[in-house]
Structures are given as structure tokens and as C-alpha cells.
């Protein structure tokens, strides 16, 4: 179990009130040294059109505690002394192409040239291959340009190294996309930043750069610096450098991020978030234990915000109940997330949701509880409270060492939203409803989950521009870790993927990993060659999604230990085929039930009628199901929890299935958590989760080994993880108790001889020859470790 020191109320006697900071270390000559580093170094690219940024030391290799982050190069050699004139920005914009044959010409034809055959030749001087040409863009009118490139006059090609495209014309031609910034305005730039664990302090660097016009800066007010969501006090901005420094020492453990700000007679420039964590040891999303708090269903903190539609009885099962970002702030400082072993809570989408009643399934209606009904890319829902109410909870989160989640509803908005109205353009214009004929199917992309929500076509610019400024605006104001990004399949590519190019320029430049983990609802493992997996690959990459829930597992998990339908070998064999399958760096997220699938626990009692939920919605208005009234369900939702805390991927608790909350389908599936009047086997699942994720905690192998399967048959499966030393044994049965035999000889990090311990128990396992035997009882687990 996690069990940081509460830190909150070390901040507030510190830093009271309006955050002014002691101590405070002025900008001084040691810093600047340090911040010089890489100053030396252009770098010509005011599209931020490139893949080197912030250098993010290994973790592994701990240099006394210190971490350095040593960020891109600047746009102009600053030099060790601007004699205080504001340095104008490079505006350059550079265009390379890596030829894997003999070329004779390259031209970028673009929209801005008129598609000019012969535009903006490439050379390749040094005959080394890359053909490059630099275009100064302030010659260039700011915008999101289509172009691409043309190889010897004859071949249009996208520009290999730019995942973004543009939709040009009234046929939707694709095209490369290249942003052409306002060069006008000031740019800031990370030079450096650095935590130090030992010394419980954080020092950042930032550039200041004014536009091409060399205007001066706003000294009045412009310049400015927000910790934590409040502007800190003081002149950090040192005008002889031209640059910000900022040094705070006495910190508390948790999240540290800083929002930079500059302006100049044109306008602000785009502000830049410095999120910093400070830690013993560096946290990695594959490291997570996530959480779905579904935000009205959670815990009502705060009754004064409470307001339920007047459409539907206070208390129906789809009207608002109450859960707001206190209530979920309450809990982070309980402790209950700490003793779960919870280290990332995703929260539902905080923007503003309609109030009336909505037909849906079943022709009945329904409220925006869920918050999946977005009317405001800005505003918050009232009843979950303020932004303020939200970064509270956040930043208590932090402070606990828990990353937060939004869910980012982006595919569609409700027809309340102004949006709807004001920009028509950006939604398809014809209403196919997803739900009528194969519509799921023949139209993914284009069709309407509901007539009152309009879908977005993010074929147009504006539309991904406007709903990508509204994800980072939220993360840099709520100094979110990540998003949930809802309905991944029913959005173009381009959507994802500059979703993720903007978050690596604008969130990460400090190099704190920030998670885009998809929902991308599908079928089951097709062995590696499904359109299950398929579909959700698709979006998995350095250029997109971090990575997606995986539904094919979760049919697995669900299949075996919930209705006893699958063979625990097709468990085993689709484990061992996904892990890798979506990508070396694919960071996944395993679960045994979200809020669109019924429970787990009434599909371990047979309620559930077939593993796909048919008629459990239904059943959850007609028959909803009750605790169950017997120890098998909670076994088996034990033993689930154990196979995914003790594999890799990052592993889902839905809110209530720690406690084993019953429920069919949606909105059954949803009701509100409780906390109080548990029976004692629900706490006793609720406490085996907490012991299972200080098991995974405690075991590199849980989180990034190998996986290899031991032994299994229909009722039973065993299983080795291993990384670098570390390596632990999983051992299932569903059937009648018995003794399993299996050789642990190939798990590397596990002894030939001697014995393994009983992570949960203690007791010994004896090892002869590299052969364990193990008696497990039905429906249950054992967890093996040297
Ligand atoms: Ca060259
Ligand atoms: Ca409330
Ligand atoms: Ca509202
Ligand atoms: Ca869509």
C-alpha cells in the first residue's frame, strides 16, 4: 500500500494564501551557468515540427536523487547577456525529406503557394539523402496549411515525418498539414528543469522570446508565473537574460507545475506548462493502479451543489445523484484511494452537461449524470463544482502521489452546446443514427449516438483545432496527467494524432509522461489477427494513444473466472499473444468491468444471461441484481483481480467492484457507491485488492515482465513474470481444490531448489529440481515469490 505523508496541510502553513513562496532563491549566477548548458545549440523550427524533446534522464540510474531535464534547444542562441532587448523568436519552419532512392528534385506545393509545382525547392547539398529547405513563415500567413511534397515533378507524396494531415477542398483531398504559427506574438520556451528529491526543490528555466517585429514585452503585468494554479509573487522574469528562473526549495512531496506567461503589443504567447513531480522514485504509466471514480456516483461532498432534474424523481437511478469532485477529494484525503493501492483516478468529463431529459435506450429518458452529454468546452458541470472545486481535487491527488484522469468526450457534443449553433460546419451534417440498420459498422466515423448529439467532423480544421485548445486548456488548468479519450473508434485519426502531437509540445515539454488511454469498444482476441485487436492497434503509437483498454482481455478475464464459460488456457495463450502485440511502448489498461459492460459479480452469479450483456439492461429496470448470497462470486471476482494485478498492463478498478457492487446493465451498472454497511465479504475483497496492488507494487515483473505461461488446462492456469531479477508466480484454479505441478526452471529470477513464499499467506512452497507443486483450492489463487 502507498502511504505517502499527508502533505496538504504542510503546503498551506508554508505557502498561505496567495502561494508566496519561502525560500525563495532569486535568479542567481549558479542557475544561469546551469541554465546555459544548452543555449549554444539553434534550432530552427518555430512549427515545433520535430521529435527531440525534453531528454528525460533515466530513472533507473539515480544520480543522488537529482533529475535533470535538460529541455529542446531555443529558437536563437539567447548568449550570456541580451543587455535587456527582447529577443525576437526565430520563425523558421523547416521541411526534410529522407529519400530511399535516387531523387533529382523535391517542392513543397501547398496551399499557401497555390499548390506552386515548382514551390520551395529541397536541397541535398552534402548528398547525404535528407533534402531539406527552410521557409521563413513569417512570410507565410498563420494557419493550418495542406501541402505535400512532390519528388522529381512526378510523385505526391505526404510528408513521411508529419502524422497530421488536412482535409482540403469540397472532396475532402488529404493532405500534410504544417501549422504556421503568428510570429507576431511572444514564444516561451523550457530551457531547462530540474527536481531534486534530496533537497526537496525544483528550479526552471524558461526563455522568453518576443515576436519577429522585436516589440517589446509587456514588463507590466505580462510576465508572469502560476504555481498551482495561482499567479506566485514576485519578478521572476530577469530582463539582462531575457529569461524566467525559478527556484523553490522546502517543497512537499507531490506534483509542482508552474504555467509561464508573456506578452507583447500583439498578444500572449501560448502559455507554457511546466509540470513537475517530486519523488523518490520516478513514476512510469505502466506503474499505474487506475480507478474510475464516475464523478455523480462516487461520493456526494458537497449537498449545496446538488441539483437533480425535475424530470425524473430525485433519486432515480438515472437522474444526478450528487457525486462531485469534493466528494472524490474527501476519499483521496480518507486515505481510501492510498489503502487500495490506487495511483490514478479517472474522473468523468467535468465540462457543463445539460439539465433536462434525454430519450435513450429503451425509449426511456435519461439525465447527463454521466457527463458524456457536453454542452461547453470550458465550463464545468455545477454539479460537480468549479474549476477551482476541480484543481482542489487535483491537487489534493497530487499531493497524495495519485495522477488524475479526465475522460474526454470529444467524438460528439449535446445540441444545447453553442457550438452546434455557431458552427454547423463542424459536424456531419447528415443524421445517421449509429444505433439504426449496421450504422455502428457501415458508418463509424459520421454517425449520431443520439438526434439531440450532433457528431463532430473532424475532417475540418477548425473543429480539431477548437476541441484539442479546449483538451490542453483543461489539463494545464486542472494540471490533469492524463485523458481518457472516449469513443476512439468514431473520430478520424487526425483527431488522436494531433491530440498527441499537441500534448507532447505542450504538456510534456518538462518530460512528464502525460497518458492518452483510449476506449475503443471491441470484440474478442482473434489470436493476433482479429479485427478485435486490429481496431484497436490501429490507434496505438508514439503518434497517438499511449494505449486503449483492452476489451479482447476482458472478454478472456470475463469468460473464465466470472461465468465459467472459456478454458483458462485461452486466458493464458491471449495474454501471452497481447503483450507486445500493440507496441513496445503501448501502454494498456486490463479490466474486469466498466460502466458499459454489466458487473462482474452478477455475471459470477448467472444473472447475466450471455457474456455480451443482451437483456441486461432490461433486467437492470426489471430485475436488478442483489449482493450475492454466497462466497463463490466474491472468489471469483478475487481471483480476477489477482490475474490483473499480477500481469502487465495498467490495471482498471471500476468503482464498486472492489466491494463487489452487483449491478446489470446500464445504468444498473452505475449505482452509487457505498462506503458504509459492508458485509464482510465485500471488505474482504476490498482488502485483497489493496494487498494484491502492494504485491504488484513491490514486483517490477507484475508491471513490465515477460509473461509466460507454467502450465494450464480448462479449469486452471499458472504463470511466470519476470524483469531484470524480479520474477513471481500466479497459480489459478476454478475447479475442486488440487494439487497443480509445473517447472519454474525457464522463469529467470526464480530459484531451482529451496523455496517460494505465499505473497498473500506467507506459507512456504517447496521447489526440487525447478518443479513447484501447490495445492489451491477452488476458485482460488496463489501468488509465489523467491
Ligand atoms: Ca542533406
Ligand atoms: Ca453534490
Ligand atoms: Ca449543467
Ligand atoms: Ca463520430
Same mark, same amino acid.
Given at each position: ?10 503546503? *498551506? ?84 525529406? =529522407? ?147 525559478? =527556484? ?48 455523480? /456516483? ?106 488524475? *484522469? ?29 444505433? $439504426? ?35 490542453? /486548456? ?88 466470472? /461465468? ?6 485461452? *486466458? ?38 450471455? $457474456? ?158 525447478? $518443479? ?15
Amino acid at each position: 500500500m502507498r502511504a505517502w505523508p499527508l502533505v496538504a496541510t504542510t503546503l *498551506l502553513v508554508a505557502f498561505p494564501g496567495c502561494r508566496s513562496l519561502d525560500p525563495i532563491t532569486r535568479p542567481d549566477t549558479e542557475i544561469n551557468e546551469h541554465a546555459d548548458l544548452d543555449a549554444t545549440e539553434s534550432y530552427a523550427d518555430a512549427t515545433g515540427d520535430h521529435t527531440d524533446h525534453a531528454d528525460l534522464s533515466d530513472p533507473r540510474t539515480d544520480d543522488g536523487g537529482k533529475d535533470a531535464i535538460d529541455a529542446k534547444e531555443t529558437g536563437v542562441d539567447l548568449g550570456p547577456d541580451t543587455q535587456g532587448v527582447a529577443v525576437p523568436r526565430s520563425c523558421d519552419i523547416v521541411f526534410q525529406y =529522407k529519400a530511399d532512392g535516387p531523387v533529382a528534385s523535391v517542392t513543397v506545393p501547398g496551399e499557401w503557394n497555390s499548390w506552386s509545382e515548382s514551390a520551395h525547392p529541397m536541397s541535398d547539398a552534402d548528398e547525404d539523402g535528407t533534402w531539406t529547405v527552410t521557409l521563413d513563415a513569417g512570410s507565410i500567413a498563420p494557419g493550418h496549411w495542406g501541402y505535400k511534397f512532390l519528388v522529381n515533378g512526378t510523385d505526391w507524396i505526404f510528408d513521411p515525418g508529419n502524422p497530421l494531415v488536412k482535409y482540403v477542398g469540397d472532396d475532402f483531398t488529404v493532405n500534410s498539414r504544417v501549422e504556421v504559427p503568428d510570429c507576431a506574438i511572444p514564444l516561451l520556451e523550457l530551457e531547462s528543469a530540474h527536481t531534486d528529491w534530496a533537497e526537496k526543490s525544483v528550479e526552471v528555466v524558461v526563455n522568453v522570446f518576443t515576436g519577429i517585429d522585436a516589440q517589446p514585452l509587456d514588463q507590466q503585468g505580462g510576465l508572469y508565473v502560476e504555481y498551482r494554479g495561482e499567479q506566485l509573487d514576485g519578478d521572476w522574469f530577469d530582463p539582462a537574460l531575457q529569461r524566467f528562473v525559478v =527556484k523553490m526549495g522546502g517543497l512537499a512531496q507531490g506534483k509542482h507545475s508552474f504555467v509561464f506567461h508573456a506578452t507583447n503589443a500583439k498578444g500572449q504567447a501560448n502559455p507554457l506548462f511546466v509540470p513537475l513531480w517530486l519523488e523518490e522514485k520516478t513514476f512510469e504509466w505502466e506503474d499505474a493502479v487506475l480507478y474510475f471514480a464516475m464523478t455523480d /456516483r462516487f461520493m456526494d461532498g458537497d449537498p449545496s451543489n446538488n441539483a437533480p432534474a425535475p424530470c425524473l424523481q430525485e433519486g432515480h437511478k438515472v437522474n444526478w445523484l450528487g457525486g462531485d469532485f469534493s466528494g472524490i477529494e474527501q476519499k483521496i484525503e480518507d486515505g481510501y484511494f492510498d489503502n487500495l493501492g490506487v495511483s490514478a483516478i479517472w474522473i468523468s468529463p467535468a465540462n457543463d452537461n445539460p439539465d433536462g431529459c434525454y430519450g435513450g435506450d429503451l425509449g426511456l429518458n435519461y439525465t447527463a449524470y454521466h457527463g458524456y452529454f457536453p454542452v461547453s468546452l470550458e465550463e464545468t458541470e455545477s454539479r460537480f463544482g468549479s474549476l477551482e472545486d476541480l484543481r482542489d481535487m487535483v491537487d489534493s491527488a497530487h499531493d497524495h502521489g495519485i495522477r488524475v *484522469l479526465m475522460d474526454l468526450a470529444s467524438n460528439h457534443v449535446h445540441e444545447e452546446s453553442g457550438l452546434w449553433t455557431v458552427h454547423k460546419d463542424w459536424f456531419h451534417q447528415e443524421l445517421i443514427l449509429c444505433g $439504426q440498420d449496421d450504422n455502428w459498422n457501415e458508418h463509424p466515423i459520421d454517425c449520431w449516438f443520439q438526434p439531440y448529439l450532433p457528431d463532430l467532423d473532424f475532417r475540418n480544421i477548425d473543429a480539431v483545432i477548437a476541441f484539442t485548445d479546449a483538451a490542453i /486548456r483543461w489539463a494545464r488548468k486542472a494540471d490533469l496527467d492524463g485523458f481518457r479519450v472516449d469513443a476512439v473508434k468514431h473520430m478520424v485519426h487526425d483527431f488522436s494524432r494531433t491530440l498527441r502531437y499537441r500534448v507532447e509540445r505542450e504538456l510534456e515539454a518538462s518530460g512528464v509522461p502525460f497518458y492518452l488511454v483510449g476506449e475503443t469498444f471491441v470484440g474478442e482476441w482473434g489470436g493476433g489477427f482479429g479485427d478485435a485487436e486490429g481496431t484497436i492497434k490501429a490507434y496505438v503509437s508514439s503518434n497517438e494513444l499511449t494505449g486503449q483498454f483492452d476489451f479482447p482481455i476482458y472478454w478472456e478475464v470475463l469468460k473464465t473466472f466470472a /461465468r465459467d464459460e472459456g478454458g483458462m488456457d485461452e *486466458l493464458g495463450e491471449a495474454m501471452a499473444g497481447s503483450l507486445g502485440f500493440y507496441g513496445p511502448n503501448a501502454v494498456m489498461s486490463n479490466f474486469l468491468g466498466n460502466h458499459d459492460v454489466p458487473r462482474f459479480i452478477s455475471h459470477a452469479t448467472g444473472h447475466i444471461p450471455d $457474456q455480451w450483456g443482451n437483456g441486461s439492461k432490461e433486467m437492470g429496470w426489471n430485475d436488478p441484481p442483489d449482493l450475492p448470497q454466497s462466497q463463490a462470486p466474491f472468489d471469483r471476482l478475487k481471483q480476477a483481480f489477482a490475474f490483473l494485478m499480477t500481469v502487465p498492463g495498467v490495471p482498471l478498478i471500476y468503482y464498486g467492484d472492489e466491494i463487489g457492487m452487483p449491478g446489470a446493465g446500464d445504468p444498473d451498472n452505475r449505482r452509487m457507491m457505498q462506503f458504509d454497511g459492508l458485509t464482510g465479504r465485500q471488505v474482504s475483497v476490498r482488502e485483497t485488492v489493496g494487498a494484491l496492488a502492494t504485491i504488484r507494487a513491490g514486483h517490477p515483473a507484475t508491471r513490465k515482465g515477460e509473461f509466460e505461461v507454467l502450465w494450464s488446462d480448462d479449469d486452471g492456469l499458472a504463470y511466470g513474470v519476470s524483469f531484470s531479477g524480479d520474477a513471481l508466480v500466479a497459480v489459478f484454479n476454478v475447479v475442486a481444490g488440487r494439487d497443480v505441478s509445473f517447472s519454474i526452471a525457464d522463469v529467470p529470477g526464480m530459484p531451482q531448489s529451496g523455496s517460494l513464499a505465499d505473497a498473500i499467506t506467507g506459507e512456504d512452497v517447496m521447489v526440487d529440481a525447478g $518443479q513447484v507443486s501447490v495445492f489451491v483450492e477452488q476458485l482460488a489463487f496463489r501468488i509465489l515469490v523467491p
